[in-house]
């Protein structure tokens, strides 16, 4: 299971942090996303990041501004959002992948999901 968290309301400029920790099975050899779904929007490609860490990938609107990083010791992927903007505002969710190297941003590639955490950021 995957449980993200850290979600809120933020002014415009401000920053949060979200976490996403994996129990029931260890993450740590897998790849882990973080998607968002605005309302009345599709579920859209965040930031992705590979099992060692070595590889990431970001959506060209967060780039420069999100950082996705991991601590397998931990089983914790984390999702650093800086310099937020209102069209942020989203459900995120958290994802896993089979595929250890993986970090893209297909959603159909991406085999466990968990709830979201709703980040809202004001103007």
């Known amino acids: 299971q995957l449980q993200a968290s850290g979600g809120g309301l933020v002014q415009a400029g401000g920053s949060l942090r979200l976490s996403c920790v994996a129990s029931g099975r260890t993450f740590s050899s897998y790849a882990m996303g973080w998607f968002r779904q605005a309302p009345g929007k599709r579920r859209e490609f965040v930031a992705a990041?590979?099992?060692?860490?070595?590889?990431?990938n970001y959506a060209a609107s967060v780039k420069g501004r999100f950082a996705i990083s991991r601590d397998n010791a931990r089983n914790t992927v984390y999702l650093q959002m800086n310099s937020m903007r209102p069209e942020d505002t989203a459900v995120y969710y958290c994802a896993a992948d089979r595929n250890p190297v993986s970090a893209i941003p297909q959603i159909y590639e991406y085999d466990y999901w968990g709830r979201g955490t709703l980040v809202t950021v004001s103007s």
């Open positions: 990041i590979s099992w060692s860490g070595g590889t990431t």
